[in-house]
C-alpha cells in the first residue's frame, strides 16, 4: 500500500486525490505526516497544486451539492481525526456513480462522512456558545481557545454578523492562529504571546472592570443553578471538563 | 456603560453582586430557557442576533443557560404558595434599577456569555408599575443600545393592554405562566390571581401577533411583534391534577393561543405551607421528563393525548416513555417492515427518532437496509429491533409477549436519569 503524504492544506488533500487518480492507484492511503515505516509500497510526498487541486473540486462540484462538498470540507477541518481515507473513498463513491451519493446511507463512507460532519458541527456550535470574550486594556474583546477541530474558519461569520459594533479576536491556541475583527472586516492573524501573558488571562492586559463582569458571570451561574437537582454526569455530558479551563463560570471565583 | 471609580470599586461591586445572587436564585424556577423561534439580524452595526438558540452553559443540574434570567425585583405584593417571592415567606427584598438590567445585559451579550435576557419580576406595588418598568428596560435595550439580542418578558398578570402592545414591539419572546393546571389548583395556591388576568392578555397578544404577521405579508415595512410567539409554564406535582390533565391543558394552549411552547416544571418543595408537598418531598422529575416527551411526540410525531394517555391511564408509566407505552400497546400494528413502511407509520417505532427515519427513507431508495446500517444510523436497536424487520440474518425472535418485551428493554437500558434533559435523543 502506497501513503501519500501532503501539506496539512485542502489544496493539498486534493492535490493527493489527483494523484491517485493520475496513477490509478487502488490500494493507497492518505494522511498528513509521514508515517515511520511501510511495510509494503512507498511514501510519496505530493506537490500541492492548485489546478489540480481544482480540477479534482470542478469534478466534485458536478457530482455532490453545496452540502455534499462541504462535508468534504469539514471532515478536513476534522484535523486530528485524520479522515482522509473516508474523504477519498467517499469522492471515489461519488465520482463513479451516475448519480448524486449524499444520501446513499447504504455505503459506509457516506455513513461515516455524515458522522464526521456531524462532529464538526457539534464542536463549531461549541465554540460559538463556549467563547468567553475578555476585554483588554486595548478595547478588544479576546478569547484564546483550544477547539477539538479546527473549527475558526465555520464560526468567522456569526461572530462577524453577531459582535459588529465591538473589535475583538478569537484565538486558536492549539493551532496557532486566530481571527480579528476591526469593526470593518476580520483577519487571519498570528499572535506572538509575550512571556508574562502567555496562556494565562493575566489581569495585566485586562480592562479594569473585566475582572468585575467575571464576578458577576460567576456569580449568576452559582445562583441560577438548582442545588437539590445536582446532575453532574448531565453536566458533564454537555459541557465536557477538556473546555473547563477556558470557561469563565468553571474557573474559581 | 456603567463608569467604576477605584475607590468604590468593591463596594459597588458587592452590591450588584449581592442583588445578582437574590434575583437570579429567584427567576431559576421558570424552566424556559429557549433564545430560538427569532431571527432578528443586526441592525446598522449595532450589537447582536438572534436565531442561533445557543446555550452557552450549563448549570450542574444539567439545564441550558442561554439567556440571563432574573428578576428585576422580588418584592411582591401577591402570595403564591409555591413561590419564594410570595409575599409572606421571610426573605430578602431587592430590586435592580432600569439602567442596572440594561448595563448587566450588556455587558454579558459582549462577553458572548448569553443570547439575550429573561426578564420577569415580583409584582411591585401593582401590575402596571411593574410591567411598565420591565417595558423600558427593552425599550432602552432596543432604541438606545442598539441590542439585537434575544429578549423575553415575562408579562405581569393583569396588565394594561398598552403596556402588553408596548412589551410585543420589544420583546422576541412573552409568556404568562398559567402555574396550575387547573382553576381550583389556582384558587387555592395563588388566591391572588385571576386566571382572566392572565388569559386576557395571552389572547391580546394572540391576536397581535396574528394581525402583525397578515400586514406583513402586505407591507414588508410593519416592524416584528412577538417574533418568537408566546410560552407558558405549568407547574407539576403541587396540586393533585394527572398527568391527562396537564397535557389536556397544554394541548388546548398550542392549539387555541398558538402557543410556541408549554413548559412543565417538577414543583420544587420550597415552603411548609400546608397547601403544598411537604418539604423534602421529591422532586418528580422523572414525571417532569415524561412530560416533555409526550409533549414532543405530540408536536412532532403526530400522537395525539388520547392515544398517549387514554381515559383508563391517567398517568405515565415511570419505567417506560410514553412511545414504547403506546406502542405496547398496540402491538397489532408491528412489527413493521423497515424497507417498506410509510414515515407516519416509522414515527412510531420506539427507538427510532426523526433524524434516523429520514436516513432511513433516503437510504433504502439506494437498496435494502439491514441490521448493520440500522446501527450505523444510530438507532437504539435494544428497543427497536422489536417492532421492525428488515432485510438481513441477525433478526431477534418474535412472538414475545408486550410484557416480556418490556422486560427485555428494561433489563437491557442503562443510564436512565440522563433521560432527564428535555434532550431528543430518546425517541
Ligand atoms: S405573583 Fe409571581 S412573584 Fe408574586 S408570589 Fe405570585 S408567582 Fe411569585
Known sequence: ???????????????????????????????????????????????????????????????????????????????????????????????????????????????????VDRMVHRERHRMKAFIRFKLTKDNIFYDGIEPDFNVIPLIREHFEKRYADQQWIIYDLRRGFGIYYDLKTVQTITITFSEESQGADSVLWMDQNEALYQTLWQQYFKSTNIASRKNMKLHIRHVPKRYWKHLTEKSPM | ???????????????????????????????????????????????????????????E?????????????????????????????????????????????????????????????????????????????AKKLRTEQNFNGYIHLKSIPGASPDLMHAAGLYADRLSMNIEMPTNEGLRLL????????????????????????????????????????????????????????????????????????????????????????????????????????????????????????????????????????????????FPLDINKADKSLLLRVPGIGLHSINKIIEGRKFGQLTWDHLKKMGIAMNRAKHFITCAGLSEPTRDLTEMQIKGLILAGSSGKFLLHQKQLSIF
Open chain 2, 190 to 333: 395563588a388566591p391572588d390571581k385571576k386566571r382572566e388576568d392572565m388569559i386576557v392578555p395571552i389572547r391580546q397578544i394572540t391576536n397581535e401577533i396574528t394581525q402583525y404577521q397578515d400586514e406583513r405579508k402586505v407591507l414588508r415595512k410593519v416592524p416584528t411583534f412577538v417574533p418568537a410567539g408566546q410560552s407558558t409554564q405549568v407547574i407539576v406535582g403541587a396540586t393533585g391534577e394527572t398527568d391527562r390533565d396537564i397535557m389536556k391543558v397544554a394541548s388546548a394552549f398550542y392549539d387555541k393561543f398558538k402557543m410556541k411552547r408549554v413548559y412543565y416544571s417538577g414543583y420544587v418543595p420550597i415552603s411548609n405551607d400546608n397547601r403544598l408537598p411537604a418539604l423534602g418531598s421529591q422532586v418528580p422529575l422523572l414525571r417532569e421528563n415524561r412530560l416533555y416527551q409526550a409533549d414532543w411526540l405530540q408536536r412532532f410525531y403526530g400522537f395525539t393525548t388520547d392515544e398517549l394517555l387514554p381515559e383508563t391511564i391517567p398517568f405515565f408509566d415511570s419505567e417506560i416513555d410514553p412511545k414504547l407505552g403506546w406502542a405496547l400497546r398496540n402491538m397489532s400494528l
Open chain 2, 61 to 137: 443540574d444539567g439545564r441550558c443557560v442561554s439567556l440571563l434570567k432574573i428578576l428585576m425585583s422580588n418584592i411582591c405584593i401577591y402570595d403564591c404558595a409555591y413561590c419564594v417571592t410570595r409575599r409572606s415567606n421571610d426573605i430578602k427584598r431587592t430590586s435592580f434599577s432600569v439602567d442596572e438590567v440594561v448595563d448587566l445585559t450588556m455587558n454579558f451579550y459582549r462577553r458572548n456569555y448569553i443570547e439575550g435576557l429573561f426578564l420577569s419580576s415580583g409584582i411591585m406595588k401593582n401590575a402596571d408599575y411593574t410591567m411598565e418598568r420591565m417595558v423600558l428596560i
Open chain 1, 1 to 115: 500500500m502506497d501513503v501519500l503524504v501532503y501539506d496539512k492544506t485542502f489544496e493539498g488533500f486534493l492535490s493527493a486525490v489527483f494523484y491517485v487518480y493520475e496513477y490509478k492507484l487502488t490500494d493507497v492511503h492518505i494522511c498528513k505526516e509521514a508515517p515511520g515505516t511501510v511495510m509494503f509500497g512507498k511514501t510519496i510526498h505530493i506537490d500541492t497544486d492548485e489546478v489540480k487541486a481544482k480540477r479534482v473540486w470542478d469534478g466534485l462540484t458536478k457530482k455532490l451539492s453545496r452540502e455534499g462538498l462541504q462535508s468534504i470540507y469539514h471532515a478536513y477541518l476534522a484535523d486530528t481525526l485524520q479522515e482522509e481515507d473516508t474523504m477519498l473513498a467517499y469522492i471515489r463513491h461519488a465520482l463513479s456513480s451516475p448519480r448524486n451519493i449524499e444520501k446513499d446511507y447504504s455505503n459506509f463512507a457516506v455513513l461515516r462522512l455524515q458522522r
Open chain 2, 1 to 59: 456603560m456603567l463608569f467604576v471609580v477605584n475607590a468604590n470599586y468593591f463596594s459597588f461591586m458587592e452590591k450588584i453582586q449581592a442583588k445578582l445572587a437574590i434575583l437570579a436564585d429567584a427567576a431559576k424556577y421558570d424552566v424556559s430557557c429557549s433564545s430560538s423561534g427569532s431571527t432578528r439580524k443586526n441592525k446598522d452595526k449595532g450589537l447582536g442576533d438572534t436565531g442561533s438558540g445557543i446555550c452557552h452553559t450549563y448549570t
